[in-house]
């Protein structure tokens, strides 16, 4: 399907945001990179949670079937600011930097701590077997709290995942646990040393206010942050144009993704994918993330 007319801006389509197996996402790094070809993105950002392994298995996919892709090696760090879980993202990233795979390593560490609780209070809730339930979906990634939520799906206990969430894993149901994860600023400090630029995941999906909303985009830009995800897949025109006004007022460049975890009707790699007038596309003011 052709996605001309949502495109305005020439090739190549960027998507700076996506997920594979080695953390939540249902496709390999393989399977991803042919289906960005496929939907006709020409940079991807490869940015699972709290990982990197996911980098080198497509870098391999991309000169083995002679890709003509660019793939930007990314990150997506979960921090907590306000006792919010915010996520960070960081592009153009060396994966092989030694204060970087320390860092995720300790996440990784704080993953599994929060998995061992939530499965617990599954048990008390009379539900058993969690953690090795979400762990054999896992497959040895970073687990997340979407493995949980397919085992669910898979126990009956909900029908998509939208659904699970809201009656097991959101704050105050049964199986949330209050995130521990790193501070913003720590996490800006790593994607710096590791050579990357820092970009505000999602800012209309934590359900802030307005001014909780300007709030959290005015402290991740003092705290150093370079750009902010403005556009993606599924969001009103509105949203978009109030996301690309806070980036100009905070001064941060302007980036775009998908999100992608798996096929599906309304979140497809490169899907509406387009900048609004009068930002500054991450690309552009940080052209080495993308060499």
Request: proline share 5%; with cysteine; charged share 20%.
């Amino acid at each position: 399907m052709s996605h001309a007319a949502e495109q305005p801006s020439p090739f190549p389509i960027y998507d700076l945001h996506s997920h594979t197996r080695a953390s939540d996402g249902l496709l390999t790094p393989e399977q991803l990179v042919l289906r960005a070809v496929q939907q006709r993105v020409g940079v991807l950002a490869i940015t699972d949670h709290d990982t990197t392994d996911g980098i080198q298995p497509a870098r391999e996919a991309i000169a083995r079937h002679r890709l003509l892709l660019h793939l930007v090696a990314g990150v997506e760090i979960s921090t907590l600011w306000e006792n919010h879980e915010i996520h960070i993202v960081g592009l153009g990233i060396d994966p092989g930097h030694r204060q970087m795979k320390d860092f995720l390593h300790q996440q990784g560490q704080r993953r599994m701590l929060r998995a061992q609780m939530i499965a617990e209070r599954l048990a008390k809730a009379g539900i058993p077997d969690a953690l090795e339930g979400a762990l054999a979906l896992a497959e040895n990634a970073a687990i997340t709290r979407g493995h949980f939520a397919r085992f669910l799906i898979a126990a009956g206990k909900a029908s998509t995942m939208q659904q699970v969430f809201k009656n097991y894993l959101a704050r105050g149901k049964t199986g949330y646990v209050p995130p521990q994860w790193c501070t913003i600023s720590a996490a800006l400090a790593v994607i710096h040393q590791a050579g990357g630029r820092a970009v505000l995941a999602h800012p209309a999906r934590y359900n802030l206010s307005a001014k909780w909303l300007k709030r959290l985009i005015a402290h991740f830009s003092v705290a150093g942050g370079d750009a902010m995800e403005v556009a993606q897949c599924q969001q009103s025109p509105q949203e978009r144009s109030q996301l690309a006004a806070y980036a100009q007022t905070f001064q941060l460049a302007a980036s775009q993704g998908s999100d992608f975890h798996q096929p599906c009707a309304w979140i497809e790699l490169g899907k509406k994918l387009w900048l609004p007038g009068g930002v500054d596309a991450v690309w552009q003011r940080f052209p080495e993330i993308v060499k």
